[in-house]
């Protein structure tokens, strides 16, 4: 009588088996799982469990083409067998298929050819982040009412937080407009190097370009700098006597946006 194994070290060979890359000899079969799967004519063990490896890589490959839509459309027929060499060069270990595409922008930069588009890694990482934060963690963001019973001699000396749900993209490419064309092509758009922001509001995902003077303003908020010094930073991109509106108007967009959490109560 064969002994079974326990239900994990099963699970485990189970998931070992389907989850790794087709074997390329029969040898190369998980031995162990063979010895407890049986026989049915006309499928033997091999087969049987190539069925399931077969329906989970078709079901993982479903899985990359919802998770980015408009990089599956700038691939075109050439995405079915990048997202196959994907899966062969990083095989899924989560057992939650909601994180089999994090480091498909990672795969793409990596093995880019000529033949196809060289924006679709930043198109990718855009859509990986918006993935992000929609999972991510709520947070109770600042409001604009907040911010207006703040006494005018306690502006200098506030401190901001980020939400969860926020993300900064350094990319090659204008990806916020490629993403908003429903059937976007290379030659459409010219490379130039661009900061994007994505965020969470409520249930919404949104994305915005960011310019220098709010590249900066938001590293000081990451810093944990307070209002003052983040005036003193975007003086360098804009007019002097310009800084403190100009870093107002950036805090009451941020509010309005959703993405700020207050670093302690205003008062």
Known sequence: ??????????????????????????AAAPSALLRVVRERPPLDAR??????????????????????????????????????????????????????????????ASSLSDDRPSLTPDLARLEWA????????????????????????????????LIPAFRLLECHWPVQKIWAEPHPTQRQWKSRTTIVRVWRQGFAVYQARVD????????????NEPLAVLCERIASTVP???????????????AEDGILVAAEEPR
């Open 212 to 223: 220098a003077t709010e590249l900066l303003a938001l590293e000081c908020v990451k810093a």
């Open 130 to 161: 918006r993935l992000e934060v929609f999972d991510d963690a709520d947070a109770t963001p600042l409001h604009i009412d907040d911010l207006r019973h703040v006494p005018p001699g306690r502006w200098a000396d506030l401190r901001f937080h």
């Open 47 to 108: 087969a049987r469990i190539a069925i399931y490896r077969g329906m989970y890589r078709a079901r993982l490959l479903d899985v990359l083409r919802d998770d980015f839509p408009r990089t599956a459309t700038m691939l075109g027929d050439d995405f079915l067998a990048v997202a196959e060499a994907y899966l062969d060069s990083s095989p899924s270990r989560h057992p939650s298929v909601r994180w089999v595409g994090r480091a498909f922008a990672e795969f793409l």
């Open 240 to 254: 002097e006597e310009r800084a403190a509106a100009v870093a107002g108007a950036l805090v009451l967009r941020w």
């Open 1 to 26: 009588m064969i002994a079974m194994p326990c239900l994990r070290d099963l699970q485990e060979s189970f998931f070992d088996a389907i989850a790794q890359p087709p074997p390329e000899t029969e």
